[in-house]
C-alpha cells in the first residue's frame, strides 16, 4: 500500500488559517469517511485532533476541523496559534483493511 | 485515564527478532477496541505496523507481514508484537496505541528506541 501524499510544509502567521492536504485513493480516502488527523509536536507522541474525516474528540479546540472531497481530505486550523507547531499526519482505513499514514506535514507558525 | 507503556530491548542485532510487550493500564483489553503498533524511523513519518482485536482477530501492513506477529494477553492487560529478521531500516521509535480501524487511535504510549545495530 502506497502513503497518503501529504505536503512536506506549511506555513501561517498567528490568528491567520492554514490548510493540509492529504490525497489517497479510491482505496482508502475516497471510498471511506475513516480518516484521521494526528499532531505530533517534536520529541512527543502523536495526538488524535480528528477522527472519521470531521469528528473532534473531547479536548480539542474547534479552531481545528476537517473535511473531505473525493480522494482528498484536509485539515484546516484556524486561528493559528505558537503552540499549533508541529508535524501533522493523516491516516485512512482502506480496502484491505489495513490502515494508511501519509507522509507527514511540517507546521510553522511565523 | 487510559494509559499503554511500551518495554523491550533498546538494541537489537541484525537478523534476530524484535520484542515489544505494551501494559495497558486504568483499561480493560477485554473490554474491547483495537490495539496496534506504529513506528517512526528517526526523522521520518510514521508508519502502521499491526493491529488486534481484543478477540485476538489481527491486521497487517502488508510490506511488513511476513515477520511480524501481534498477539494479545488479556490476562496481563498487555498485548506485544515481534518483528524477525531485523535489518537496519527497522531501527525506530516504536509506539503502541488504543484504537479502532474506523475512528483511529485515541490513546498512545510514549514510545521506545529500538536500534537495529551488531
Known amino acids: 500500500q502506497s502513503a497518503l501524499t501529504q505536503p512536506p510544509s506549511v506555513s501561517g502567521s498567528p490568528g491567520q488559517s492554514v490548510t493540509i492536504s492529504c490525497t489517497g485513493t479510491?482505496?482508502?480516502?475516497?471510498?471511506?469517511?475513516?480518516v484521521s488527523w494526528y499532531q505530533q509536536p517534536p520529541g512527543t507522541a502523536p495526538k488524535l485532533m480528528i477522527s472519521?474525516?470531521?469528528n473532534r474528540p473531547s479536548g480539542v479546540p474547534d479552531r481545528f476541523s476537517g473535511s473531505k472531497s473525493g480522494n482528498t481530505a484536509s485539515l484546516t486550523i484556524s486561528g493559528l496559534q505558537a503552540e499549533d507547531e508541529g508535524d501533522y499526519y493523516c491516516?485512512?482505513?482502506?480496502?484491505?483493511?489495513?490502515?494508511?499514514f501519509g507522509g507527514g506535514t511540517k507546521l510553522t507558525v511565523l | 485515564q487510559v494509559q499503554l507503556q511500551e518495554s523491550g530491548p533498546g538494541l537489537v542485532k541484525p537478523s534476530e527478532t524484535l520484542s515489544l510487550t505494551c501494559a495497558v493500564s486504568s483499561y480493560s483489553i477485554s473490554s474491547g477496541y483495537y490495539w496496534g503498533w506504529v513506528r517512526q524511523p528517526p526523522g521520518k513519518g510514521l508508519e502502521w505496523i499491526a493491529t488486534i482485536y481484543h478477540t485476538g482477530n489481527t491486521y497487517y501492513n502488508p510490506s511488513l507481514r511476513s515477520r511480524v506477529t501481534i498477539s494479545v494477553d488479556t490476562s496481563e492487560n498487555q498485548f506485544s508484537l515481534k518483528l524477525s529478521s531485523v535489518t537496519a531500516a527497522d531501527t525506530a521509535v516504536y509506539y503502541c496505541a488504543r484504537g479502532t480501524m474506523i475512528r483511529g487511535f485515541d490513546y498512545w504510549g510514549q514510545g521506545t528506541l529500538v536500534t537495529v545495530s551488531s
Open positions: 472519521e474525516v470531521s
Open positions: 491516516s485512512s482505513y482502506t480496502s484491505s483493511s489495513t490502515v494508511v
Open positions: 479510491s482505496s482508502d480516502v475516497g471510498n471511506y469517511n475513516r
